[in-house]
């Protein structure tokens, strides 16, 4: 039997696809080798950040419609489910370490105020040293108001309720003209295939031109801590530095993360560069003093090879369609990917 869709992977770019076939009237069948929210899309930061406002570009206008149009999608999902996905726009602190910093951050506020359209501002301000060190911030800090979180484990499962029951156990091992094989021999065929593997999809691309690959996974690892008692953080904004996130998540913890990693062994496990991070977090937040870690993680970021969202008819099969290339912004782009991918349907 030729099914109408076949959505090959449910993380966020897989719910999102399938949610936006659903509702354009498709009938849609989803699958995953382990479960919704199995891969990289159940990420304990859930950071929405924009890029830096100055030297605007086309990849940063798109990412910024997507962050500008990502709570109305989530309210009407949250209506729709009743499941709360924790979206809050909290705002970003970046400390500003250099006497150059300052008048920098104010020139990119300008920028912020023309780019961002009224959505989000940008200041400089004297953080709570409880919260960001003095030390750590000695000329203060940006404080990026376009910057918003997301419980991402909730936005899964509230994007899931929504696409519809998703089939687990069938891992992808071959895509060919006749539509999907999967490791246990199971054969699908679809009108449309939607190839949303997340960093496992690259597997199933043609090299480039340059013989390189189209993508690789980018291992991340990350942590959450329960915090000892102290003031309540939940309403305090992000914190970024040098690649070190903050976060507080909203259910009383904080994470931290993420590495960024090219060589690995495994994709799944942690190590003592997550607790070079955690250190690090302790260092720059007093509000992280005897904080507890609850729980350490790792997946792979699925990282195009320009660094941009994959989204496009698979070169050598008209039928399947991809949509992955998230990287560390995929759960900000991953509804503007769906309605890409579904509008190539
Ligand atoms: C440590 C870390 C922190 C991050 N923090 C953030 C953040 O704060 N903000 C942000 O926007 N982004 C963040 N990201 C990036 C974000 O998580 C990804 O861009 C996004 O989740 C990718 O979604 P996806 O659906 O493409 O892939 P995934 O979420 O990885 O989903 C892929 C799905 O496909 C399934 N699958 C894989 N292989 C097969 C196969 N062969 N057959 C069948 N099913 C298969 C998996 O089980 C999984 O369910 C982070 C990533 C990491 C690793």
């Given at each position: 039997m ?14 999102s ?7 354009a009237?498709?009938?849609v069948?989803?699958v995953?080798?382990?479960?919704a ?6 990420t304990p ?7 830096a406002?100055d030297?605007?570009?086309?990849k940063k206008?798109?990412?910024?419609e997507?962050?500008?149009s990502?709570p109305?999608?989530i309210?009407?999902?949250?209506q729709?489910t009743?499941?709360?996905?924790g979206y809050?726009?909290?705002?970003r602190?970046i ?15 300008a920028?912020a105020e023309?780019?961002w ?7 400089v301000?004297?953080?709570e040293?409880?919260w ?5 911030a000695?000329?203060?800090a940006?404080?990026?108001?376009l910057s ?7 936005y899964?499962?509230?994007?899931s309720a929504s ?12 895509l ?9 021999g199971?054969?699908?065929?679809a ?5 949303t593997?997340?960093?496992?999809a690259f597997?199933?691309?043609?090299d ?9 996974g ?9 915090l ?7 309403a305090w904004p992000?914190i970024?530095?040098d ?5 507080p998540?909203g259910?009383g913890h904080v994470?931290?993360?993420a590495?960024s990693?090219?060589?690995y062994t495994a994709?799944?496990t ?5 607790d070079?991070?955690i250190?690090r ?13 609850i729980?350490r993680w ?6 195009a090879?320009n660094k941009?969202?994959?989204v496009?008819r698979?070169?050598?099969?008209d039928h399947?369609?991809v949509s992955?290339g998230g990287f560390?912004?995929g759960l900000?782009m991953?509804h ?5 991918a579904?509008?190539?349907?």
């Amino acid at each position: 039997m030729e099914l109408d869709c076949l959505v090959i992977g449910a993380g966020v770019f897989g719910l999102s696809v399938a949610r936006a076939l659903k509702s354009a009237g498709r009938d849609v069948v989803i699958v995953d080798a382990v479960g919704a929210g199995a891969g990289a899309s159940a990420t304990p930061l859930g950071v929405l950040a924009p890029h830096a406002p100055d030297r605007w570009n086309e990849k940063k206008q798109v990412q910024f419609e997507a962050l500008r149009s990502l709570p109305d999608v989530i309210k009407a999902l949250e209506q729709e489910t009743g499941i709360d996905a924790g979206y809050r726009r909290c705002g970003r602190l970046i400390p500003l370490t250099r006497a150059h910093h300052d008048p920098l951050w104010r020139g990119r506020a300008a920028d912020a105020e023309q780019n961002w359209q009224g959505f989000g501002n940008l200041s400089v301000v004297e953080p709570e040293a409880v919260w960001l060190s003095l030390d750590s911030a000695p000329f203060g800090a940006a404080l990026c108001g376009l910057s918003a979180r997301i419980n991402a484990g909730r936005y899964c499962k509230a994007l899931s309720a929504s696409a519809g029951a998703i089939e687990t156990g069938f891992r992808l091992y071959r895509l060919d003209s006749e539509g999907a094989v999967f490791e246990d021999g199971t054969r699908l065929q679809a009108k449309r295939i939607f190839l949303t593997t997340g960093a496992d999809a690259f597997r199933f691309l043609p090299d480039e031109e340059d013989c390189t690959p189209a993508g690789r996974g980018e291992k991340g690892q990350a942590a959450v801590l329960r915090l000892a008692d102290g003031p309540p953080v939940d309403a305090w904004p992000l914190i970024y530095k040098d690649r070190l996130y903050i976060v507080p998540r909203g259910d009383g913890h904080v994470a931290v993360g993420a590495t960024s990693e090219r060589d690995y062994t495994a994709e799944d496990t942690t190590d003592h560069q997550l607790d070079d991070l955690i250190a690090r977090a302790r260092s720059i937040c007093p509000r992280l003093d005897g904080a507890e870690v609850i729980e350490r993680w790792a997946r792979l970021r699925p990282r195009a090879a320009n660094k941009r969202l994959l989204v496009c008819r698979h070169p050598q099969l008209d039928h399947v369609i991809v949509s992955t290339g998230g990287f560390k912004t995929g759960l900000a782009m991953a509804h503007t990917a769906a309605a890409k991918a579904v509008a190539l349907a």
